[in-house]
């Protein structure tokens, strides 16, 4: 293809393997090194980070792109050249929107409201990371200035993780979705099955857990020639070029199901990422669509697969095999207990049922303090009301509500829809993969997962970042995103799990 097409590669690849090895500190930072070098690594770091800044909103980036464009003509719209100039317009444009002071406060608040937060949330004490909450959310409304939106600056935000998004859709689609979730929780609190779910106790070494784990992934389809899992304090998927995905998980020896869904859902995530073409590597074509669709991977992996009746059925000889504490433990029972439905505080550790529950919570409070229509001091208060409003419990205290999560500290606002989003895409996809894949159960108990990734393959990963989400969903789902086969899947599974009439 054209010169200037290649030109522009060349550079977006010596930014790209830039953040790459960037990458690479912040995974040995959360998995290896000592806690005496976290100065020096910080250092390195922010060397890097300002290296990649200057270059990804340079002048000479700026001109390989308007280069790049002259020479598209002809090209078609949805052709690999088109596409990636695109990207590279978008992220570039992006970048220079944002004032250079503006990005260095952004990241100086970072990492001081991380430090505010964590000590309010030890000491339970809200009102001393209030104003570092109002700051982040003066510093996302100023984002939110520069980047531009039509008339909700929350789109501005929103977009930054789920390009083309729009908040006024993300409310349709969940408020669809949240009658289903509030009535299923209360339906299933109120049956006799009620807290009477078998259990998995026992001891699981965190050695053997860790070797079961790598087993169960590595049967997925996880590559560990390109790959590796390590113990970290937060589990997670980073990516070095499709080469060398990796992922984390951690271990509770007195329960399996942390370690082991911690995993799949991981895997999820890496499977995506090992699948991108290796022509994308790189390029701005490489990498994910958007949040959501990462997340619909992982969740898929995680529970559409993990916590299924088929994979209970798999993977109980292998964890038979490994903990004596699981001997007699039936497959029905290792279902029952994975599915376990409690309302709970913690939105990490809640289950399918209620989890986006916790989510729609949080991005309805965004939306009110972003528009300043909900004041800081009344977080908590608002917090609480829709705990108990939705889930049917009060946090005791803020450590274990409002403050429990780091997002806000960190500036992340407009990020938490991506996980309901990606929930539901997750089971539009499974609807649509089974009238390719009628026998995908089966295949699951028989630990035959090559078809569905292959699928995935195919339909999701193979596209990288050149689609944008709404538009990958239509292509593959043939309509927008709907809450409709997520609501499906739940009433099926809870209901005959709690029969519930
Ligand atoms: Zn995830």
């Given at each position: 293809m054209a010169q200037a097409i290649e030109a522009l590669k060349a550079r977006a690849a010596e930014i790209n393997h830039l953040r790459q090895a960037a990458a690479v500190l912040e995974w040995d930072m959360q998995c290896y090194m000592p806690p005496g070098a976290a100065r020096a690594r910080s250092e390195q770091m922010g060397t890097l980070a300002e290296i990649i800044h200057g270059m990804a909103t340079g002048e000479e980036l700026g001109r390989l792109i308007s280069e790049a464009e002259a020479q598209l003509?002809?090209?078609?719209?949805?052709s690999d050249e088109a596409r990636l100039v695109k990207n590279a317009r978008r992220d570039y444009d992006d970048a220079v929107k944002i004032p250079a002071d503006l990005a260095a406060e952004i990241s100086r608040h970072g990492a001081l409201a991380h430090n505010i937060w964590a000590k309010a949330r030890a000491e339970n004490d809200f009102p001393a990371f209030a104003p570092a909450l109002e700051k982040t959310l003066e510093l996302a409304r100023r984002v939110a200035e520069h980047l531009g939106y039509e008339s909700d600056p929350y789109d501005a935000l929103l977009d930054i993780f789920?390009?083309?998004?729009?908040a006024a859709q993300v409310e349709t689609v969940f408020a669809e979705l949240k009658p289903h979730l509030v009535d299923l929780t209360r339906r299933i609190v109120e049956s006799p099955g009620y807290r009477q779910e078998p259990r998995l106790t026992g001891t699981f070494p965190s050695q053997v857990q860790d070797r079961v784990t790598q087993g169960l992934v590595a049967a997925l389809g996880y590559d560990f020639a390109h790959g590796r899992q390590d113990k970290a304090a937060h589990p997670f998927c980073t990516s070095f070029s499709r080469d060398d995905v990796r992922i984390t998980i951690r271990f509770d020896e007195k329960e399996l199901d942390g370690a082991l869904y911690g995993a799949l859902h991981e895997a999820g995530h890496a499977l995506y990422e090992q699948g991108i073409p290796a022509d994308y590597d790189a390029t701005p074509l490489g990498g994910a669509s958007s949040l959501g669709v990462h997340e619909s991977q992982s969740r898929m992996w995680e529970n559409l697969v993990g916590r299924s009746r088929p994979f209970c059925e798999f993977a109980l000889p292998k964890l038979q095999a490994a903990f004596p504490?699981?001997?007699?433990?039936t497959a029905e029972e290792l279902y029952r207990a994975v599915n376990r439905v409690e309302p709970s505080l913690i939105r990490v550790e809640a289950d399918e049922v209620t989890y986006n529950l916790h989510v729609l919570l949080r991005f309805e409070l965004e939306r009110e303090m972003l528009s300043g229509r909900l004041k800081v001091a009344d977080v908590p208060a608002a917090w609480n009301a829709k705990m108990q409003e939705y889930l049917g419990i009060t946090p005791p205290n803020d450590a274990l509500g409002v403050l429990q999560d780091v997002h806000w500290s960190g500036g992340?606002?407009?990020?938490?829809?991506t996980y309901t989003l990606g929930t539901l895409l997750s089971a539009q996809l499974w609807h649509t993969m089974k009238e390719s894949l009628p026998d995908v159960d089966d295949q699951i108990r028989r630990g035959e997962f090559a078809p569905l990734l292959g699928w995935l393959r195919e339909n999701?990963?193979?596209y990288g970042r050149k689609y944008e989400p709404d538009e990958l969903v239509r292509l593959v789902t043939?309509?927008?995103?709907?809450a409709r086969y997520y609501v499906d899947y739940l009433q099926a599974k809870y209901g005959e799990l709690y029969e519930l009439a």
């Open positions: 003509n002809g090209a078609a719209k949805d789920e390009p083309g998004a729009r504490a699981l001997q007699s433990v992340m606002v407009g990020y938490f829809p999701v990963h193979r043939g309509e927008p995103l709907n």
